[in-house]
């Protein structure tokens, strides 16, 4: 790997890409040489949404509902299709997505008038879906936290995704919340090999520290299933084998996947990022991410945007299906309890 002289260490995307909602055009290539201090700096804003529960309308999902207690996320991870949402915000998709975090302070209050409504029909709820709720103010802010108190109060199911080992801080929630069937838990796990975490996503928790937060949670009965996601094809692809054989003696109960794709402003980010990393191969990752997704970057059919199609995506999908048979015979995860809900919001019910 033979890194560009104008990359910035610390920061995924090396580039803002212009807001098509805004008459200026961004500095495309911040200046480098910039004190390190200020050009890593990160600014947190204050917005105030009037709701914290997002109705998830795409097919490819397996959830219902889902809620962002940040907007933006300083994990910056150079692949994150989230970036695309940094635009409605006023902001870049490019570093800008990494530098301004959006918090939503009044999180816990919003979540539990929404679960505390008549017409609220109990359903699973996913942590995050579009930015990761453990990404680093979390540890100062513990608005997640917060809104898990709130979810073990009505004993509401959850679903959380991350890829920091700062979850493990919630454990005595999540304890509580498996011993009943309130929650799974998945963990990102894109690459074992650290340099190559180091590039695609600076801020997360390294791949050790992952490792060690499966086998913690596993260890403690919470059910884990691992994302190896994205899968890019040249970079990552050969390691899904012994990624999935890992964490399947870690403890891990399933193991899901996608394939990269590069929808949006995504592709001019990636494309940057690739060429100042790895330049020896770029143009053969990128052709093959192409491959995956009918000969474009940007893929937008239901069903087959996330695993893609085509030569290169069967040989994913195959080890995949392999991995499944040899390390994960007979696990599965454990189905929701819907039922203690109703109970708790309505304490009355107990009396029956």
Not at 75 to 91: E, I, K
Not at 139 to 145: C, E, G, N
């Amino acid at each position: 790997m033979e890194k560009d002289n104008q990359f910035i260490k610390g920061r995924g995307a090396q580039i803002n890409t212009p807001n098509p909602f805004h008459n200026d055009i961004y500095d495309k290539n911040p200046n480098p040489e910039m004190d390190e201090d200020i050009s890593l700096k990160t600014e947190y804003i204050t917005v105030h949404p009037k709701t914290i529960i997002n109705k998830v309308k795409s097919s490819d999902i397996p959830a219902k509902y889902s809620m962002n207690p940040y907007q933006g996320c300083e994990h910056g991870c150079v692949y994150c299709y989230a970036r695309n949402t940094h635009p409605y915000w006023g902001y870049s998709a490019g570093l800008d997505f990494e530098q301004k975090i959006l918090i939503k302070h009044e999180a816990p209050k919003l979540l539990e008038q929404k679960i505390r409504a008549k017409n609220w029909e109990v359903a699973p709820i996913m942590f995050s879906g579009n930015t990761d709720c453990y990404q680093p103010i979390e540890k100062k802010l513990q608005i997640t936290r917060k809104m898990l108190e709130v979810l073990w109060k009505y004993r509401h199911p959850v679903s959380m995704i991350t890829k920091n080992s700062l979850i493990l801080r919630d454990l005595d929630i999540f304890k509580k919340m498996s011993e009943q069937n309130l929650v799974h838990i998945s963990i990102s796990l894109t690459t074992l090999n650290e340099e190559l975490r180091g590039l695609l996503e600076p801020r997360t928790a390294t791949a050790a520290q992952r490792l060690k937060t499966i086998e913690t949670l596993a260890a403690n009965g919470i059910p884990v299933n691992v994302m190896l996601s994205p899968i890019i094809p040249g970079l990552n692809d050969h390691e899904i084998l012994k990624m999935a054989e890992t964490v399947a003696n870690l403890g891990a109960t399933s193991i899901g996947y996608t394939i990269v794709r590069l929808n949006g402003d995504l592709a001019e980010i990636f494309d940057d990022w690739i060429r100042k990393t790895y330049p020896d191969r770029a143009d053969k990752v990128l052709n093959k991410i192409k491959s995956c997704h009918q000969g474009a970057f940007d893929d937008m059919r239901p069903g087959k945007r996330m695993i893609g199609d085509g030569r290169i995506a069967e040989i994913i999908r195959a080890q995949v299906k392999l991995a499944r048979q040899r390390f994960f015979k007979g696990r599965k995860m454990p189905p929701y309890n819907l039922e203690l809900y109703k109970q708790f919001r309505d304490p009355q019910l107990k009396l029956f």
